[in-house]
């Protein structure tokens, strides 16, 4: 200290100076309590003071569905690349990648001049092998009767007259009037006219089979008149275009993938610990991500057997999708609802605290707050299920913000007590 400040002191009054150094333990005193517990100051001043008005709601018993979320991917029902029978230039395309298709629309066209000269060509070859059996060159029917051919009519009177001849000759041997030389010659003509005979036959019978070849090379050229064009088995959208207009196409190459878009197939893998409580029709609920919205679904096929290496049950869901507003290929949460309803104990979701894994809620009870650890079940909007640690009944603090146990409070709308 300096000699002034000393000098300056020295000519103080002494009540001034007993101020002063009041004042300075003052200080010190409020600096130490500063120094304390912060929350514990605060808990004091809250039990010295009002009540703290709080909103509560009874824990309720409904009725909630039993559900597990599992997670997989949306698959198409069915997936095809389409490709043509035959080859040729692609002439037409109508459709691109995203396009809707309908059963039995047309897709692409091959050009058809070289298709429609062929069943000219075969058209042709089936008249010429009618009017060889003696039919009119139109006409669908194709059987004739083989006596009634001119080949067999004229080989049967060359038949005929050689065995009148040979009976002729042979009558005139046994009557001595004819020589053994007269019937070897009408034998041998006899016989040359039944083979003759039997020739004209088989010849009926081959232009009956070449008749008939001749029939199906006209429905295979028509058949391919057919095939030129490509169309959808079934309704869909197109996934992928593989050709373009002008290119030339062997017979199965592919021209366009479509995929149908409803129903989708939604395969899921389920732990092996709930794996026994799977049956088909049981619900699912779908979302999926960017859309809020839930789609309804039914498992339709499960798995007779685990895998081994998953410890998982593979099954699938049948997914309406109508509007197609999903996607094949999209990752996908699930719900599957394995009991549609069972009585749960449930409370507002803004109801729990959580801190260092530790869940719990605050209740009233005799006007203070009492904590309570609870165990969550599943969420269901803005509920909360609760497995253990509160009873239905119990009046359940919402929005509790800073609060903690042991505080006085009131339920809002009840007038305040006042401190003992």
Do not use: W
């Amino acid at each position: 200290m300096s000699p002034d400040a000393v000098t300056t002191q020295s000519f103080l009054p002494r009540h001034v100076r007993r101020r002063a150094l009041a004042g300075c333990l003052g200080l010190v005193v409020a600096a130490a309590g500063c120094s304390g517990s912060a929350s514990e100051a605060q808990r004091d001043r809250r039990e010295a003071g009002e009540p703290r008005p709080v909103r509560v709601v009874s824990a309720a018993e409904e009725h909630l569905a039993r559900s597990i979320a599992v997670t997989g991917t949306l698959a198409a029902e069915e997936q095809v690349t389409l490709s043509l029978k035959v080859t040729g230039r692609l002439d037409q395309l109508l459709v691109d990648l995203g396009s809707p298709v309908r059963q039995g629309h047309v897709i692409a066209r091959l050009a058809p001049t070289d298709f429609t000269l062929r069943v000219g060509q075969a058209d042709a070859a089936l008249r010429q092998a009618r009017a060889r059996l003696g039919l009119p060159p139109e006409g669908e029917e194709d059987g004739v009767d083989p006596e009634q051919t001119s080949i067999v009519r004229e080989a049967r009177a060359v038949l005929d007259e050689a065995k009148l001849t040979n009976d002729r000759a042979q009558t005139f041997v046994e009557s001595g009037i004819g020589s053994r030389a007269d019937l070897d010659r009408a034998v041998a003509a006899f016989r040359v006219a039944e083979s003759r005979y039997q020739d004209a036959l088989e010849e009926i019978r081959n232009r009956q089979a070449l008749l008939l070849q001749r029939r199906s090379e006209l429905e295979l050229a028509r058949q391919a008149v057919t095939d030129a064009s490509l169309t959808a088995p079934f309704d869909g959208m197109v996934r992928e275009r593989h050709a373009t207009v002008g290119q030339y196409l062997a017979a199965g190459a592919p021209v366009a993938t479509i995929v149908r878009m409803h129903p989708l197939r939604l395969r899921l893998a389920v732990p092996e610990r709930v794996a026994r409580g799977i049956r088909v029709t049981q619900e699912v609920r779908v979302t999926v991500t960017g859309d809020e919205t839930v789609h309804g679904g039914r498992i339709a096929r499960v798995s007779p057997a685990i895998d081994e290496a998953s410890r998982t049950l593979m099954v699938e869901a049948e997914v309406p999708n109508p509007r197609g507003q999903l996607r094949p290929g999209s990752f996908a949460n699930a719900d599957i609802v394995l009991q549609p309803e069972d009585t749960a104990v449930v409370v507002p979701a803004s109801a729990l605290v959580t801190f260092a894994g530790v869940d719990k809620v605050l209740v009233v009870q005799d006007g203070k707050s009492v904590e309570k650890r609870v165990s969550i079940g599943q969420r269901a909007g803005e509920r909360l299920e609760i497995v253990r640690g509160l009873a239905a009944g119990e009046a359940v603090i919402v929005d509790p913000g800073n609060l903690v146990a042991g505080e006085r409070v009131r339920v809002a709308g009840t007038p305040a007590t006042s401190a003992p």
